[in-house]
């Protein structure tokens, strides 16, 4: 297995529960294709650098996890259709 890191943005008009649930749903996904969560850590709401979709500020999360290396294209591809992430990277630790 190999360690990664997801940095990711979520759109900052929702409630904390709503942010919670976006969070669970994306470590879930995770788990779910095999990967390990190791650390979800909420770095909570930001300015951003430049405007994304009219929005100015967002929510920022980084979780770190332990997966296979087919996983991050995967989870590449569920986060660009999510409705709530603004952006996102994973890099490869």
């Given at each position: ?23 669970e749903k ?52 569920t986060l ?14």
């Amino acid at each position: 297995m190999n360690k990664y890191e997801l940095m990711y943005v979520l759109v900052n008009t929702g409630s904390d529960e709503d942010k919670d649930a976006m969070i669970e749903k994306i470590n879930s996904l995770i788990t779910k294709n095999g990967g390990v969560v190791e650390n979800v850590e909420k770095l909570g709401n930001k300015k951003l650098a430049y405007e994304i979709n009219k929005k100015h500020e967002g929510f920022y999360v980084l979780v770190n996890f332990n997966a296979e290396s087919s996983l991050p294209a995967q989870l590449s591809n569920t986060l660009r259709i999510t409705e709530n992430v603004l952006r996102f990277i994973i890099v490869a630790k």
